[in-house]
């Protein structure tokens, strides 16, 4: 298997009683980013084991969330035996080269998982290139599809490099060397790609990470009714910090001493939202977020972890951004009713699938009924297409991004 490292699926395992698994290098020669410039944050530096070094490992463990804008996209990297392992979770936007020039700035070659957490443009918008460019091993995906051009892509780029292809489920178990992957979602598919994000809870020596993508409050309740433990020391938001995910019931069951997202600055959507970041900052959680600090680093020998980030900052919600510059405390957002495209706004009649799934409700899930309804006379007509009411149309104006061109 090209590429492939050792990996334990616990539930194939149980099926099939017996599953060898062939053995292949993956010969990357990973160089792990400078300390220059990067300011360590030494309160952020934690033992988590009760005796130091309990569970300490030979190699450490370097978690990179990269700088990617309104994106996500997290490199790891460790070195086991002497082989060099990699894992990428989601691969940034589909406009954008980030993910790509960063990975060859660590002189990456090979990568034992690509993982794409959901079919949205701002996650696998370049797992298309990172699979044709380095020798990928195996490629996740949901198992959700789109019909998007970027997601077909990907999938061009799986048949024609031979990558294997898994959609892993709730209760999985896998192992790369000394990592240790548990699958949290989903159990199974309805076809709600962000509700049914790929997340993963990976744990090195006593060091546990959680990721969930774009998964809603629902799905994570769903994670902790599920028995598994969703215990960490590090969790990235769901969905950029959106008020949608991260609820207080799944923040204290899993418990971080630390929180970092993604999201890009002054982005439309104002992530990280206020509810979040006051339930972090309230809970005594250490926040992070790529449009404040830049690419945030989390180095970990399995005992205790350190994080360092490019910037140094103070996070501040978007909507107290914008109260803050209001000209009277009584004065709310305008409403966003464009008849012309601009430069900043995306032309309902005339955008990309990419570029309609930005637009809040309307995701992959609507992006095909909104370019078969088309054209528009304004913004308001998006209520034509099913599941868009009164009060979303409000929110989609609210918004600001979305316009009607001729």
């Known amino acids: 298997m090209r590429g492939k490292v050792m990996l334990i699926n616990i539930r194939k395992f149980l099926i099939f009683f017996l599953v060898f698994i062939i053995l292949g290098g993956c010969a990357t020669n990973p160089t792990f980013i400078n300390d220059k410039g990067l300011e360590e944050h030494s309160q952020a530096t934690k033992t988590i084991s009760e005796e130091v070094g309990q569970n300490k490992l030979e190699n450490e463990l370097t978690v990179h969330y990269i700088n990617v804008g309104q994106a996500d996209s997290t490199f790891l990297q460790f070195t086991d035996g002497g082989k060099n392992h990699a894992i990428l979770i989601d691969a940034g936007d589909f406009n954008a080269n980030d ?6 700035s660590q002189n990456i070659t090979d990568i034992d998982i690509a993982i794409g957490t959901h079919p949205d443009a701002d996650h696998i918008g370049q797992l298309d290139k990172v699979i044709t460019q380095f020798t990928v091993g195996e490629v996740w995906l949901s198992g959700n599809p789109s019909s998007s051009q970027t997601f077909q892509r990907v999938l061009e780029a799986i048949d024609e490099t031979g990558a294997e292809y898994e959609e892993p489920r709730m209760g999985d178990h896998y192992e790369v060397g000394p990592l240790k992957i548990d699958v949290l979602y989903p159990k199974e598919l309805t076809g709600k790609t962000n509700e049914e994000s790929i997340s993963l809870k990976l744990t090195y020596g006593d060091v546990r990470f959680v990721f969930t993508g774009d ?34 019931e799944f923040l204290q069951a899993v418990k971080p001493q630390a929180a970092i997202y993604s ?24 926040l992070y977020g790529t449009n404040v600090h830049g690419t945030i680093i989390v180095t970990t020998d399995g005992s205790s972890y350190s994080i360092k980030a490019e910037h140094e900052g103070k996070i ?11 000209k009277s405390p009584d004065e709310q957002p305008p409403v966003i009713k464009q008849k012309q495209p601009n430069n900043s706004c995306i032309d309902i009649n005339h955008a990309s699938q990419e570029q309609v799934e930005k637009i809040i409700h309307i995701g992959p899930e609507r992006a095909d009924d909104l370019i078969k309804l088309r054209p528009y006379e304004s913004v308001e007509d998006l209520s034509r297409i099913k599941g868009i009411g009164p009060a979303r149309i409000k929110e989609i104006q609210s918004e600001g991004i979305a316009c009607v061109g001729g």
Do not use: R, W
Not at 99 to 104: D, E, F, K, R, T
Not at 267 to 275: A, I, L
Not at 316 to 326: F, G, N, R, V
């Open 99 to 104: 993910v790509i020039q960063y990975l060859h």
């Open 215 to 248: 998964a809603a409050a629902e799905n994570e309740l769903e994670m902790i009714a599920s028995g598994i433990n969703v215990e960490a020391d590090i969790l990235q938001l769901g969905h950029h910090g959106s008020s949608t995910s991260t609820s207080k």
């Open 263 to 286: 999201a890009g600055v002054d982005n439309s959507y104002g992530h990280p939202h206020q509810e979040v970041v006051s339930l972090i900052q309230k809970s005594g959680i250490d």
């Open 316 to 326: 501040i919600p978007s909507a107290q951004k914008k109260t803050e510059t209001m």
